[in-house]
């Protein structure tokens, strides 16, 4: 709270999702680990492909947050909203785990 009380310019509380990236021999293997990531709720999952053939599986989760605290060095939550905002993202980083 301190910091954010001395900040001048904006300010956004925020919390990215989990993303794993696995580099697979097959694209078969790619796509029984994408199968089982969504199964698993991991609906942003995908798998790329690269131009030399490289094939990732990117387990991506859904659990992000992006909340603006301060505009212009003004606060513009109060002190509870943003303790509850932790409480949120200690709960997606729960789920991640």
Known sequence: MTALEKATGDVVFKFEPFVLHVLCQE?????????????????NSG????RGGKITMA???????????????RLMVSEEYIEFLVHVANQKMEENI
Request: aromatic share 2%; charged share 15%.
């Open 47 to 50: 798998i790329t492909v690269g």
């Open 27 to 43: 694209l078969q293997d790619a796509q029984m680990l994408h199968a089982v990531a969504v199964d698993s709720g991991f609906r």
């Open 59 to 73: 387990v991506r989760s859904t659990h992000c947050l992006e909340v603006p605290l301060s505009h212009k060095g």
